[in-house]
């Protein structure tokens, strides 16, 4: 359960508060932290494989557990060397320092008497640290950086801002992260992802009522894991059910400039188990579809000149019939009256690319949260900011955009991104822990509507006892990520097309 809990600063120091109330001694929770830290180095750097490392000592308690992980490797036969720029630290830090001065490890001042080393621990600052680097502190990082050496940082690289990822003036680039204890916001926040390497959380043992004490159960930012993935998808089915007990799902979607991004969003909700689906599309389209998709009903609607949605038929204007409307995709700006009337729809809805378009130009937002039903919004960063140009994106921090956002609109925000965020309006939010640059072509996002559509719509019509939208929903972003990692490891990051990305969905599970 605490491998999904994210924490900010302030909060992994009032579970550390905690722990020390109790009677761990923060000695002792230093040297059990550090020596963590010293087995990870040894297994992922050996001593047969490398033998000189440099070791970047900071004024605090990251210092600290720097200076035992310098002391662990001279102890196992390394060859260590201490740069210390600042000369005042703090009185445990300090302690280490004598002590791994009467062990004869050399220290120094200038970060240039580690350019020889093959590794280099860094551990100037942990998580906490909200001033900038300047000054001397800036050139050893910038000096540091330049080598193109393997870097191992402590908690966090030095100079990112724990709870949004902002760079403070300059950041170590590590190779590797330990994230000690608790993950930490950073490693969600996009921004800080070219800084962190390899991340990896060492846990060093943090009571869970220790933790429940400083965050409120369920915890309001959390991971979904594998573990948690697994639980929830693929939904179960009965013995005895049939096509509409599994969800009916209507898409919207489509126009002839951008056929395509139809046929991705069924794709991707056919790809969900979905029990039935329906299909609005431009007449002109519906030959495409049906070769492509002869298992789906197929809707042909009256079109624009220019081969947009120009009205519903009755089929797919009678709204009750469906367990979800999906709508959006390829729509063009032509679809207001579409858009408006799926607004006013009883069930639940999705919107995506133009539906959050003509969103933006309704000037509604503000009524979502009168719709009794759920809405789920799923913007890339750009349509955000047309939706929401009151949330500034304060330091590039997207976890509290998106809760702001999510809380303000009524609906479930999906922020899409190297780490997609996902938020209720309760002010809950998800965090998907992994991604792939491969996902960054056009359609991804189309595929992962319908996936999102499809799923949410099993949900509603009833044959599941978990009811958590916003789960499924980040569940959703995770199942797709994973498809992405998926295909990009068999096929590389540039062989990973939309419509490749939706075949890839099922093997997620197999």
């Not at 032509?334 to 969103?359: H, Q, R």
Request: net charge negative.
């Amino acid at each position: 359960m605490l491998e999904q809990i994210i924490v900010s600063a302030e909060q992994m120091r009032q579970i550390e508060e905690q722990i020390f109330s109790a009677g761990m001694p923060v000695a002792a929770l230093m040297e059990k932290a550090a020596g963590l830290c010293a087995s990870r180095v040894q297994s992922l750097y050996p001593l047969s494989e490398i033998k000189k490392v440099g070791i970047l000592v900071g004024p605090g308690h990251n210092g600290g557990d720097a200076l035992v992980v310098a002391r662990e490797l001279h102890l196992a036969g390394y060859q260590v060397k201490i740069c210390r720029p600042l000369s005042k630290l703090k009185d445990l830090t300090n302690t280490h320092a004598n002590y791994a001065a009467s062990l004869k490890i050399p220290f120094f001042e200038e970060i240039e008497t580690l350019e020889d080393c093959e590794l280099i621990i860094d551990g100037l600052f942990g998580f906490g640290n909200e001033r900038s680097l300047e000054g001397k502190l800036a050139a050893i990082v910038n000096q540091l950086n330049s080598w193109s050496k393997s870097v191992v940082s402590i908690d966090l690289p030095s100079g990112i801002h724990t709870d949004t990822g902002k760079v403070l003036g300059t950041a170590v680039v590590a190779s590797h992260t330990f994230c000690l204890g608790l993950w930490k916001r950073a490693f969600f926040q996009d921004q800080a992802l070219a800084y962190l390497g390899k991340v990896e959380r060492l846990d060093f043992g943090i009571p869970p009522h220790i933790v429940w004490q400083v965050i409120p159960q369920p915890a309001p930012v959390q991971q979904i894991t594998k573990t948690l993935a697994q639980k929830l998808l693929p939904i179960p089915r009965p013995q005895v059910t049939h096509k509409y007990k599994q969800g009916h799902l209507l898409l919207i979607c489509g126009s002839h400039r951008y056929a395509g991004g139809t046929l991705l969003t069924a794709l991707g909700a056919r790809s969900s188990g979905v029990g039935m689906l329906s299909i609005a599309v431009p007449e002109s389209l519906k030959p495409i579809l049906v070769s492509h998709l002869p298992d789906a009903l197929t809707i042909g609607c009256p079109e624009t000149e220019s081969g947009a949605i120009a009205s519903l038929p009755d089929l797919a204007q009678d709204f009750s019939n469906y367990d979800l409307i999906a709508c959006g995709p390829g729509l063009t700006s032509e679809a207001k009256p579409i858009v408006e009337a799926v607004l006013k729809a009883e069930c639940p809805i999705v919107l995506d690319a133009d539906g959050l378009n003509i969103l933006a130009q309704l000037g509604t937002l503000s009524s979502l949260g009168k719709r009794k039903a759920t809405t789920v919004l799923t913007p890339h960063l750009g349509e955000f900011k047309r939706l929401f140009p009151d949330i500034e994106l304060t330091d590039g921090d997207r976890i509290t955009a998106v809760q702001t956002a999510a809380q303000q609109s009524g609906a479930i925000v999906l922020l899409k991104g190297a780490r997609t965020a996902i938020a209720n309006p309760n002010g809950s939010v998800w965090l998907i822990p992994e991604s792939t640059p491969a996902l960054a072509r056009g359609g991804s996002g189309d595929v992962l509507t319908g996936l999102i559509g499809g799923l949410m719509a099993q949900i509603e019509a009833g044959e599941s006892e978990f009811k958590e939208e916003v789960s499924i929903v980040a569940t959703a972003a995770w199942w797709h990520a994973q498809a992405g990692i998926l295909a990009a490891k068999q096929r590389t990051e540039l062989g990973v097309d939309a419509h490749t990305l939706s075949q890839y969905l099922i093997s997620v599970w197999q």
